[in-house]
C-alpha cells in the first residue's frame, strides 16, 4: 500500500450552524469548481401574514462552491 499523507486534524472554531435544508438541491459544474445549492421550503410570510393563506416557497439557504 502506497504510503498517504496524514490527514489534518477537523475543527470547528466557528461552531458553523446546522441549516435545515430539505427542498430542492442542484448541483451546477464550471470548470474544475461545482456549485451546490440547497433550498428549504417555507410558507412565504407576506401572504401568511396579510391574509393566512399558505403559499409554500423553496428559499435558497446554502449554497457551497
Known sequence: MPDQPEQAAVTDPDNIPEIPCD???N???TGNL???TFTHVRPDATKMFK???IDPRAVV???IV
Open 23 to 25: 427542498g430542492q438541491v
Open 27 to 29: 448541483v451546477s459544474v
Open 34 to 36: 461545482a456549485t451546490l
Open 51 to 53: 391574509d393566512g393563506t
Open 61 to 63: 439557504r446554502a449554497r
